[in-house]
């Protein structure tokens, strides 16, 4: 059996523009939001706004710095997610979320980052993508010399043989994952949902 090839992840810059929408589909990710569910105001989930939301999302990529990574297969976009300073993503880090920071300060230093969503095709689900996609958040992040980064993700429940996990449900990526690739919890303010961190400055 052919041995699948390793899957590469690059910053979304301009000229990658094409393969993020490819990652997105047609819909625009999870129930549109074209990843700026974290970033734009609620009003702009409802009604005519809605549909800028692509055009929004561009706008960012062609400014930079690229606001996430996607990955690739072979040369083919299969996952994406978006990561980089706390700030970037103000409803991710506002004070009344789960995901808000333990320490205020960490809101504003832009050498705290987080990691706050994944988008994977259907095709390419349950093949690694998410699991090599934090793996180069977490490269990127040091490489852009952040001093941590952290996620607020998912705890979910044993699946069921035969089951599948709702993706809508998990697109903060799951804390399994996480706690794999080192992060550890720092705080919990739902049951489901703890906040983890991992330490990139030793």
Not at 132 to 156: H, S
Request: with cysteine; net charge positive; aromatic share 8%.
């Amino acid at each position: 059996m052919a041995k699948s090839p390793a899957i590469v992840c690059k910053p979304l810059t301009p000229g990658r523009w094409d393969d993020f929408c490819a990652v997105m589909g047609p819909n625009g990710g999870y129930c549109g939001c074209w990843c700026m569910y974290w970033r734009a105001p609620r009003a702009d989930f409802a009604g005519p706004a809605r549909k800028r939301l692509k055009n929004r999302m561009r706008a960012i990529v062609e400014k930079g710095p690229p606001p996430g990574i996607i990955a690739y297969r072979g040369g083919e976009p299969v996952g994406w997610t978006q990561v980089g300073p706390r700030g970037a993503t103000q409803n991710w880090n506002g004070a009344r979320r789960l995901s808000a920071p333990l320490d205020t300060a960490d809101a504003d230093d832009p050498a705290v980052w987080g990691v706050t969503c994944f988008v994977v095709p259907r095709a390419h689900r349950g093949t690694g993508v998410a699991t090599a996609l934090l793996a180069g958040a977490v490269d990127y992040a040091r490489r852009k010399k952040a001093r941590a980064l952290e996620a607020c993700p998912v705890e979910t429940r044993p699946v069921e043989a035969g089951e599948k996990a709702n993706p809508v449900s998990i697109f903060h990526g799951v804390a399994s994952m996480f706690a794999r690739a080192g992060f550890r919890e720092i705080a919990r303010r739902r049951d489901d949902r703890p906040l983890m961190r991992l330490d990139l400055s030793k």
